[in-house]
């Protein structure tokens, strides 16, 4: 039988059991079941055994906490010394900006790592180490949909710095048989951008479409890419439509999502040609 994990009892049960051998008590000696002192007793007795439960409780907290740090030992050290840090900080610096900033920054820090807990990596927009590593580790397909317009979507971004570097990891996928179906979406004020880096990416051994963006849905018009469905990479924009960050996914529901979007845009959308 699976055992039931006392930590999640809430805090009140220990308080109500004394609060409940005090009111047995007292009626067990106010209807004549027992005398004064017997009644004492049983409360004394009830008391007992609730305080006993909540150190119970308590050390299973303290339990599953030091199991949970024995499981990795990488975490431990940070830990430790995030914990001896704020400690220190929240006595020696308390009501400071120093203290102001500790708490922005955990918080921010706990955010963040609860991102990776979902399976979710985020990286500045000037950081194509994943896209580059996973286009390169690529073993059988790479599905992409890239809009034309700002960063990734700029024919000159490709041409120039890391976005050439990102290109020819592109070319020598293809040249190592990988498929890669990318769809590029586009305005009828950018067709002839659209139509330049389609047929740089034909020329490279890529499979290119085209999609005219105002016949698409918002929630396609996205610029993403997927390796052997198993990472994903979406890319984040501001209000202005600026690329901001990467966002490297592992996590099933993510990717499922995004093949799913490539594969609409796929049926739909129309083949270059050359």
Same mark, same amino acid.
């Given at each position: ?8 009892v809430p805090n009140i049960?220990p308080l109500a059991?004394?609060l409940l ?9 106010g209807?004549?079941?027992?005398? =004064?002192?017997?009644?004492v007793i049983?409360?004394l ?5 609730s305080?006993q439960?909540e150190?119970l409780?308590?050390q299973?907290?303290h339990h599953? !906490?030091?199991?949970?740090l ?8 940070p830990?430790?010394?995030? @914990? ?5 900080? =929240?006595t020696?610096?308390?009501d400071t900006a120093?203290e102001?900033?500790a708490?922005?920054?955990?918080q921010?820090?706990?955010?963040? !790592?609860g991102?990776?807990?979902?399976g979710?990596l985020?990286?500045?927009?000037e950081?194509?180490q994943?896209?580059i590593q996973?286009?390169?580790?690529a073993?059988?397909?790479?599905l992409?949909?890239?809009?034309v ?5 700029n024919?000159r ?5 890391q ?5 020819r990891?592109n070319?020598?996928?293809a040249q190592?048989?990988?498929s890669?179906n990318?769809?590029l979406?586009?305005s009828?004020d950018q ?7 389609a ?13 005219l963006?105002?016949k698409?849905?918002?929630e ?5 890419a997927?390796?052997?469905?198993r @990472?994903s990479?979406?890319?984040q924009m ?14 099933a529901?993510?990717?499922r999502?995004l ?16």
């Amino acid at each position: 039988m699976r055992r039931f994990p006392l930590h999640k009892v809430p805090n009140i049960v220990p308080l109500a059991g004394i609060l409940l051998s005090l009111l047995f008590s007292a009626l067990s000696w106010g209807i004549g079941a027992t005398n =004064a002192i017997e009644s004492v007793i049983f409360g004394l007795i009830g008391t007992v055994l609730s305080v006993q439960f909540e150190i119970l409780v308590r050390q299973e907290q303290h339990h599953e !906490f030091a199991e949970l740090l024995g499981s990795d030992r990488w975490l431990r050290e940070p830990i430790k010394s995030i @914990v001896t840090d704020g400690a220190t900080i =929240a006595t020696e610096f308390s009501d400071t900006a120093i203290e102001d900033e500790a708490r922005r920054l955990l918080q921010h820090f706990c955010v963040d !790592f609860g991102a990776l807990r979902l399976g979710r990596l985020r990286r500045g927009q000037e950081d194509l180490q994943y896209l580059i590593q996973h286009t390169r580790d690529a073993k059988a397909e790479i599905l992409a949909v890239t809009n034309v317009g700002q960063g990734t979507g700029n024919p000159r971004w490709w041409r120039e710095g890391q976005g050439w570097t990102y290109l020819r990891e592109n070319i020598a996928a293809a040249q190592r048989g990988i498929s890669i179906n990318r769809i590029l979406i586009y305005s009828k004020d950018q067709e002839e951008d659209a139509h330049d880096l389609a047929s740089e990416h034909h020329t490279a051994g890529v499979h290119v479409k085209l999609a005219l963006r105002e016949k698409l849905p918002p929630e396609q018009r996205i610029n993403f890419a997927v390796w052997d469905a198993r @990472v994903s990479c979406e890319l984040q924009m501001n209000a202005d439509g600026n690329p901001i960050a990467f966002i490297y996914c592992v996590g099933a529901a993510d990717i499922r999502r995004l093949i799913e979007i490539h594969r609409t845009l796929w049926i739909s959308s129309t083949d270059y040609i050359s």
